[in-house]
């Protein structure tokens, strides 16, 4: 028999939630088949068998909390055969059975309680393991404790919730008279109103770090936004010219973002200080171009990384954006895929947002804002309007570092090379 451990899963990432068990208790598995799938901090990790064998004592369920070294699971090699013939007792000869008589009475006397304690544990409440713990410690019965889970299974918030209702009428009972016990009932009314009803669901272990991340940002950094609007209209027919034969020739639909992230990185040479991070009393200037690409994957928000952006083709830019799309959707980004941004760009306008004010993806200090295309009149000059398709764009800062000046350049110089594409060609 083998455990089935944790393993070390990166460095800063001592611990995960278990996400989903990808094999059942007695499921056959072969050695590098994915087994369990553990939920951290930034992406989402498969522990795979090392043996070949049948699954055994699965000690953790989805949403328990484990340790890098934790005992999940066990292999047992071959069918399983072998771990049950072990766990049985052994038999005794027949000679000894006779010359032992008043033994084996007693013997035979002692199967009752032991009959009895095996039909109390199949009447156990269902239960994980870090809930049990919880309950012990708190002296809490799992039986009377009710749960929200389809499946009856017990969690620690039902625990939790329980030991807060059953401490709250204990204190009660014992310092009121026993009239007072019907003045209790309207606040439990209050507490549980069928006519309002509500449901907990516990954050998963990103939407929870990206919560952090996100109050840290805004805690730590002089944060400001400015914005500016972009003309779209010579891109536009840049793309409706060419995004056939772009297609053709590169396997790749020509969007917007190879255009943003071209302009970025110009704006990023003529504005080194945008392309930076603090570290204690330092100034970072980062001499590369990683572009955090913003995507809404279906745990939350995560920053995938174009790497060496202005090195890139347009073409190149578009393939490695979808590919990084792609592994978002399928939970297949690794956490090379998300470290070492050097300034992030995100594009609220997919969802239909008009005007925001993004907030900066720590230690950077920029972060462009796209947002939706609109058309709007224009004054073209003194005595012309004319109808335009027109962006709204936000660069989010921290002032600690990078002013006011710089940062309104910024934004203008995307501005610049945006409305003229063919300068990309040079200035990006």
Same mark, same amino acid.
């Given at each position: 028999?083998?455990?089935?451990?944790?393993?070390?899963?990166?460095?800063?990432?001592?611990?995960?939630?278990?996400?989903?068990?990808?094999?059942?208790?007695?499921?056959?598995?072969?050695?590098?088949?994915?087994?369990?799938?553990?939920?951290?901090?930034?992406?989402?990790?498969?522990?795979? #068998?090392?043996?070949? @064998?049948?699954?055994?004592?699965?000690?953790?369920?989805?949403?328990?909390?484990?340790?890098?070294?934790?005992?999940?699971?066990?292999?047992?090699?071959?069918?399983?055969?072998?771990?049950?013939?072990?766990?049985?007792?052994? &038999?005794?000869?027949?000679?000894?059975?006779?010359?032992?008589?008043?033994?084996?009475?007693?013997?035979?006397?002692?199967?009752?309680? $032991?009959?009895?304690?095996?039909?109390?544990?199949?009447?156990?409440?269902?239960?994980?393991?870090?809930?049990?713990? =919880?309950?012990?410690?708190?002296?809490?019965?799992?039986?009377?404790?009710?749960?929200?889970?389809?499946?009856?299974?017990?969690?620690?918030?039902?625990?939790?919730?329980?030991?807060?209702?059953?401490?709250?009428?204990?204190?009660?009972?014992?310092?009121?008279? #026993?009239?007072?016990?019907?003045?209790?009932?309207?606040?439990?009314?209050?507490?549980?109103?069928? &006519?309002?009803?509500?449901?907990?669901?516990?954050?998963?272990?990103?939407?929870? +770090?990206?919560?952090?991340?996100?109050?840290?940002?805004?805690? +730590? $950094?002089?944060?400001?936004?400015?914005?500016?609007?972009? *003309?779209?209209?010579?891109?536009?027919?840049?793309?409706?010219?060419?995004?056939?034969? /772009?297609?053709?020739?590169?396997?790749?639909?020509?969007?917007?973002?190879? /255009?943003? +992230?071209?302009?970025?990185?110009?704006?990023?040479?003529?504005?080194?200080?945008?392309?930076?991070?603090?570290? @204690? *009393?330092?100034?970072?200037?980062?001499?590369?171009? *990683?572009?955090?690409?913003?995507?809404?994957?279906?745990?939350?928000?995560?920053?995938?990384?174009?790497?060496?952006?202005?090195?890139?083709?347009?073409?190149?830019?578009?393939?490695?954006?979808?590919?990084?799309?792609?592994?978002?959707?399928?939970?297949?980004?690794?956490?090379?895929?998300?470290?070492?941004?050097?300034?992030?760009?995100?594009?609220?306008?997919?969802?239909?947002?008009?005007?925001? +004010?993004?907030?900066?993806?720590?230690?950077?200090?920029?972060?462009?804002?796209?947002?939706?295309?609109?058309?709007?009149?224009?004054?073209?000059?003194?005595?012309?309007? &004319?109808?335009?398709?027109?962006?709204?764009?936000?660069?989010?800062?921290?002032?600690?570092?990078?002013?006011?000046?710089?940062?309104?350049? /910024?934004?203008?110089?995307?501005?610049? =090379?945006?409305?003229?594409? &063919?300068?990309?060609?040079?200035?990006?």
């Amino acid at each position: 028999m083998f455990d089935v451990k944790v393993p070390e899963l990166a460095e800063s990432i001592s611990e995960g939630t278990v996400a989903q068990w990808l094999k059942k208790e007695g499921d056959k598995v072969v050695k590098g088949e994915d087994i369990v799938e553990l939920e951290t901090d930034k992406v989402n990790i498969e522990i795979s #068998a090392e043996r070949d @064998g049948i699954l055994k004592n699965i000690k953790v369920e989805p949403g328990d909390t484990v340790a890098v070294g934790d005992i999940i699971a066990s292999i047992v090699e071959g069918d399983g055969s072998a771990a049950e013939t072990e766990s049985k007792p052994e &038999e005794k000869p027949a000679a000894e059975e006779k010359a032992e008589p008043a033994q084996k009475q007693e013997q035979s006397s002692e199967k009752a309680p $032991a009959e009895e304690d095996d039909s109390k544990a199949a009447d156990r409440p269902i239960a994980s393991p870090a809930a049990r713990k =919880l309950a012990r410690e708190k002296g809490i019965d799992l039986s009377e404790v009710s749960s929200r889970d389809p499946l009856g299974r017990v969690r620690t918030e039902d625990v939790k919730r329980h030991a807060e209702g059953g401490s709250s009428e204990k204190v009660e009972s014992s310092s009121k008279p #026993a009239a007072s016990t019907s003045q209790q009932q309207p606040k439990a009314a209050e507490a549980v109103n069928p &006519e309002k009803p509500v449901e907990r669901v516990k954050m998963s272990r990103r939407r929870q +770090t990206i919560a952090k991340r996100l109050v840290e940002a805004q805690q +730590t $950094a002089a944060m400001l936004t400015t914005f500016n609007e972009v *003309d779209m209209t010579a891109i536009n027919e840049v793309r409706a010219r060419r995004k056939d034969k /772009f297609y053709e020739q590169n396997g790749v639909k020509l969007g917007y973002m190879s /255009f943003f +992230t071209k302009a970025v990185v110009g704006a990023l040479k003529k504005f080194p200080a945008i392309n930076a991070e603090i570290q @204690g *009393d330092e100034m970072v200037l980062k001499k590369f171009y *990683d572009i955090g690409i913003a995507v809404g994957a279906e745990e939350g928000l995560v920053v995938p990384v174009v790497r060496n952006a202005d090195r890139l083709s347009f073409a190149g830019i578009e393939k490695e954006i979808g590919n990084l799309a792609e592994k978002a959707r399928n939970k297949k980004l690794s956490l090379e895929d998300l470290q070492g941004g050097s300034f992030t760009i995100t594009n609220g306008g997919i969802f239909g947002s008009m005007l925001s +004010t993004p907030i900066l993806n720590a230690p950077q200090v920029g972060i462009l804002g796209m947002h939706t295309i609109q058309w709007r009149p224009v004054a073209i000059d003194k005595e012309r309007m &004319e109808n335009r398709p027109m962006m709204y764009i936000a660069l989010s800062y921290d002032h600690r570092i990078v002013d006011g000046k710089e940062a309104v350049s /910024f934004l203008t110089t995307i501005k610049s =090379l945006l409305e003229d594409p &063919e300068s990309l060609l040079l200035e990006g």
